[in-house]
């Protein structure tokens, strides 16, 4: 009798840890992209639900880590990519090192100098190296002052987003918020500069 119920407290522990490894993984951005993508998944489809009330809730009840956590590298995945966390468990690069050298990754590997190197356990230590090298070239590079923006060509990008409107689907509730509050910058600069709003 003692000895199950010693086996049951172990079995209550060992799921506690595992669960603690998983979200030291997650909060170190060492988890993988398709873990990511699996909590992105569950957030839009509103999953969590099943388990608890909110998000927030099932963040903490269930992987053991803050909302802002999960958010933080579901904002990566979507920025960056699935290379980005390839990429992290190998050479270990923070996001503003990886914005530096993005140019140079796919998702096939990492490019320096003509050469491809495939983001592969077994390269790590090239892959690393490869990292350190294309982030010591970025320092050593001045960056390079952003062109004066032009009156012409603020006109064809607001054109452009214009046509690009003209062929969208349907859009979605938050989809819709999203576009509103771009749509309202827009409109406060053009007014901060005098252009005339028709109604």
């Given at each position: 009798?003692?000895?199950?119920?010693?086996?049951?407290?172990?079995?209550?522990?060992?799921?506690r840890?595992?669960?603690?490894?998983?979200?030291?993984?997650?909060?170190?951005?060492?988890?993988?992209?398709?873990?990511?993508?699996?909590?992105?998944?569950?957030?839009?489809?509103?999953?969590?639900?099943?388990?608890?009330?909110?998000?927030?809730?099932?963040?903490?009840?269930?992987?053991?880590?803050?909302?802002?956590?999960?958010?933080?590298?579901?904002?990566?995945?979507?920025?960056?990519?699935?290379?980005?966390?390839?990429?992290?468990?190998?050479?270990?690069?923070?996001?503003?090192?990886?914005?530096?050298?993005?140019?140079?990754?796919?998702?096939?590997?990492?490019?320096?100098?003509?050469?491809?190197?495939?983001?592969?356990p077994?390269?790590?230590?090239?892959?690393t190296?490869?990292?350190?090298?294309?982030?010591?070239?970025?320092?050593?590079?001045?960056?390079?002052?952003?062109?004066?923006?032009?009156?012409?060509?603020?006109?064809?990008?607001?054109?452009?987003?214009?046509?690009?409107?003209?062929?969208?689907?349907?859009?979605?509730?938050?989809?819709?918020?999203?576009?509103?509050?771009?749509?309202?910058?827009?409109?406060?600069?053009?007014?901060?500069?005098?252009?005339?709003?028709?109604?």
């Amino acid at each position: 009798m003692d000895n199950t119920l010693e086996r049951q407290d172990s079995h209550l522990e060992l799921g506690r840890w595992l669960g603690r490894r998983e979200a030291f993984g997650l909060i170190a951005g060492h988890c993988s992209a398709a873990e990511v993508e699996s909590l992105r998944r569950i957030r839009d489809e509103k999953l969590y639900r099943a388990k608890t009330r909110s998000w927030d809730e099932f963040c903490s009840q269930h992987l053991g880590v803050s909302r802002r956590n999960v958010e933080r590298s579901i904002r990566y995945l979507e920025e960056f990519g699935p290379a980005f966390f390839h990429l992290s468990q190998l050479a270990h690069i923070s996001p503003q090192e990886y914005r530096s050298i993005a140019a140079h990754v796919t998702a096939a590997g990492v490019r320096l100098d003509g050469n491809e190197i495939a983001l592969l356990p077994e390269n790590s230590e090239r892959v690393t190296g490869a990292v350190a090298e294309l982030l010591r070239r970025q320092k050593r590079e001045p960056e390079k002052p952003a062109p004066a923006p032009s009156f012409r060509a603020a006109w064809k990008r607001c054109q452009a987003a214009a046509e690009s409107l003209d062929t969208l689907p349907a859009l979605e509730p938050q989809q819709r918020l999203k576009m509103a509050a771009v749509l309202g910058r827009m409109r406060e600069k053009a007014h901060a500069l005098g252009v005339p709003l028709i109604e």
